[in-house]
């Protein structure tokens, strides 16, 4: 077997055990392999120098992912990175004079690599085994949709149908949620399904996604 179907295969499995998540699959494997990358770079990394060179052009990782630093449990090692970035900002502390950030935050640089490899895995699949089970996800959330958009130049039609209609049915299921809020309407509220009761929620991650 090739890398390519080495690589193909885990992808594969990997979207249909985010698939059985609610959200947007590519959504779970981001957050999931940037939790990986942050926790192997602390265990592997702080000695490297290209990564801490990276590190420091980028002023440590942005605020989203500097505060899961807090979370991790090796100390040392966020010491040791955070050391080295507030030693290189004493002289731009001290004159308050600050200078724009050279580099991307590495964990945001490394989901993107992430999404990249998979929105265009996704883009590729033509299997009716693989259309099943991806169809039967909450399917991308906008942001994720519109970069699939955005950097694949042949989509297939059943990714395209099956978003289109899933972004319909969310919004007439937003509309009727509107409409039964109004003052008198309880009744009517009443006899939403549970999951239309707080669909706003849905909206809201459908939106915005999960990062």
Not at 49 to 74: I, M, P, V
Not at 130 to 159: D, G, M, N
Request: net charge positive.
């Amino acid at each position: 077997m090739s890398s390519s179907e080495v690589e193909r295969h885990v992808n594969w499995f990997a979207l249909e055990k985010a698939c059985g998540r609610a959200g947007c699959p590519v959504c779970s494997i981001v957050e999931e392999r940037t939790t990986r990358y942050i926790d192997n770079m602390l265990f592997e990394h702080v000695s490297d120098r290209g990564f801490r060179a990276q590190y420091r052009l980028a002023q440590g990782f942005c605020t989203r992912h500097g505060k899961n630093l807090e979370s991790f449990r090796d100390g040392l090692a966020v010491a040791i990175l955070g050391e080295d970035i507030l030693q290189s900002l004493m002289a731009e502390i001290q004159s308050r004079k600050f200078k724009k950030t050279k580099a991307l935050c590495p964990a945001c640089s490394a989901e993107q690599t992430v999404e990249r490899e998979f929105l265009g895995y996704i883009a590729e699949r033509t299997e009716h085994e693989f259309i099943e089970f991806f169809s039967r996800s909450s399917l991308l959330c906008v942001p994720h949709y519109r970069a699939l958009c955005v950097t694949t130049k042949k989509i297939p039609r059943w990714l395209i149908e099956s978003h289109e209609a899933r972004y319909a049915s969310l919004l007439q299921r937003v509309r009727s949620f509107i409409e039964c809020s109004a003052w008198g309407r309880q009744t009517d509220f009443d006899a939403l399904s549970d999951e239309d009761k707080i669909v706003w929620k849905e909206l809201a991650r459908t939106l915005r996604g999960s990062r």
